[in-house]
């Protein structure tokens, strides 16, 4: 039967972490289904697990890098019995879900300590687009430290493009991007000062843990790959040789139509969503990340700084294996969204990199948002519920930096002031440029944050609050 072939093809299409590379279910077959309960253990552990084929004392969730796939349906209530048996603080957040940031939902605020345990508990709203989302520590001053020793994992929810047969009839893999400093005895390094502010970069880029592992596709068949950029500070410049990427989605959900790209620029926080044809001769092709400059701290002696270039790396071979029994041709449209309205509300919101302005550990290097490093005490930001506005991000700096927003994902507006239809949560900001979003508060208040992706900048400063008011 061909959804058993396929299982068992899915099964072999990527080796690893639970999950990972496994269609979790087969779409288009599957009946209308009404709201259920997704239930979940997590368990944050500092452990000793095998990455990349070598021994490495990491953060784990339930012992395994990148942590469990949790999926679920618009409409479900979502329950995680989180424990924190790391030697520190941490906490959960839920990046790109649009849920609740209140009482024990999506709350970046919460601390869990050392051995203790919290559940968080929210609903996904009936109208939740489906798409990548992932899970990671929010825990301030900690999060580089965290997220880069292995705490991240993938939040599918299952929406409008897995009913699109074209899509769901394709087998699926995620891929979990994630860069490590270790020494060879496998433990993690932890930069310098320097190496923070240029944002942390690991020799050791991994997907779902493996170095170069392999993706299996059948000739003339077509691959759907979910790829999660969880690394601290990496950005990938992705190109798989010979083949285009067709993206179907983005961060927070599906295009309205499929673009056909060459190469896709993955900052970090960052998913994409492509289809992949068998379309060439059979053999082996490279998944590469290519160089790309993001910028440097304009210090003048410092030139490159850090690991701000990065070379040319594999990331993971596609390998053909077998034909498939049936072919297709992608669909002209998608999904896509409504454009959000033009609103008279404006912000813009100022990056500027301070010495010795910081109010933690006394002095050294901070970044800012409008001249101000986070408190966790202070509201930066008031919208009413309600309103929609657009959010204007001004990077005078030399180095790029991916702007994110909790809560309510934004459309960004293209060069010529009209939005692009489909839900971002991450916009890249480059260097010495602007980038103007536009979003909606329909539901939840609360509080929320807004911060740089590259961990280390949002650690050091480059975070604002953002209060929700009904
Ligand atoms: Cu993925 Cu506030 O973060
Ligand atoms: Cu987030
Ligand atoms: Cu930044």
């Given at each position: ?18 999950g990972?590379?496994l269609?979790?279910?087969l ?16 368990e ?25 796939i949790?999926?679920?349906?618009p ?8 424990r ?38 929210f609903?996904?709203?009936m ?7 992932w ?27 897995d ?7 394709a ?25 923070r ?9 991994t ?6 592992p ?5 000739r ?33 959900g ?18 994409i ?62 999904v ?39 408190n966790p ?13 657009e959010?204007e ?21 293209g ?14 900001v ?41």
């Amino acid at each position: 039967m061909f959804a058993c072939d396929r299982r068992g093809f899915l099964k072999a299409a990527i080796g690893l972490p639970a999950g990972y590379g496994l269609a979790t279910s087969l779409r288009g077959a599957e009946p209308a289904r009404s709201a259920g309960l997704v239930e979940v253990d997590l368990e944050a552990q500092q452990t000793w697990m095998n990455v990349a084929g070598q021994n490495a004392y990491l953060f784990g969730f339930n012992g395994q890098v990148p942590g469990p796939i949790i999926e679920a349906h618009p409409g479900d209530h979502v329950r995680i019995r989180f424990r924190n048996s790391l030697p520190e603080m941490t906490n959960l957040h839920y990046h790109g879900l649009h849920v609740t940031p209140n009482g024990n939902g999506d709350n970046s605020f919460l601390e869990v300590g050392s051995g203790e345990s919290l559940t968080y508990e929210f609903d996904l709203p009936m109208d939740h687009p489906g798409g990548t989302f992932w899970y990671h520590p929010h825990m301030h001053g900690s999060v580089a430290r965290q997220v880069s020793r292995g705490l991240a994992g993938v939040f599918i929810v299952r929406g409008e493009l897995d009913q699109i047969p074209e899509i769901a009839d394709a087998p699926e893999a995620v891929l979990v991007l994630q860069d490590f400093d270790l020494t060879r005895g496998g433990l993690p390094v932890e930069p310098g000062l320097m190496e923070r502010m240029a944002g942390r970069e690991g020799d050791l880029v991994t997907v779902n843990g493996q170095v170069n592992p392999p993706i299996r596709i059948q000739r003339d068949g077509w691959i759907r790959l979910r790829i999660l950029n969880a690394s601290s500070s990496r950005f990938y410049r992705l190109r798989l040789e010979e083949h285009p990427l067709y993206l179907v989605a983005v961060d927070g959900g599906a295009l309205p139509a499929p673009e056909e790209h060459e190469e896709i620029l993955l900052t970090p926080g960052e998913r994409i969503e492509v289809m992949v044809r068998g379309a060439r001769p059979e053999g082996s092709y490279r998944l590469l990340s290519l160089p790309y400059s993001r910028g440097g701290m304009g210090m003048g002696m410092m030139g490159g700084m850090g690991g701000a270039t990065s070379r040319t790396i594999t990331l993971a071979t596609v390998v053909y294996e077998g034909q498939a029994v049936r072919t297709w041709g992608l669909p002209q449209q998608l999904v896509g969204v409504d454009p959000l309205p033009a609103s008279s509300v404006r912000r813009s919101f100022q990056f500027g990199q301070g010495m010795g302005m910081g109010m933690m550990g006394g002095g050294g290097m901070t970044f800012t948002i409008n001249g101000r490093t986070f408190n966790p005490n202070r509201v930066d930001t008031r919208s009413a519920l309600g309103s929609v506005e657009e959010w204007e991000f001004i990077n005078p700096t030399m180095m790029d930096h991916p702007m994110h927003i909790h809560t309510n994902p934004f459309q960004v507006l293209g060069s010529d002031g009209s939005p692009i239809r489909a839900w971002k949560d991450v916009v890249l900001v480059r260097a010495n440029s602007r980038s103007r979003v536009r979003t909606a508060f329909r539901d939840f208040t609360g509080k929320a944050m807004y911060h740089c992706h590259l961990l280390d900048h949002e650690d050091l400063g480059m975070m604002g609050v953002l209060e929700i008011q009904g």
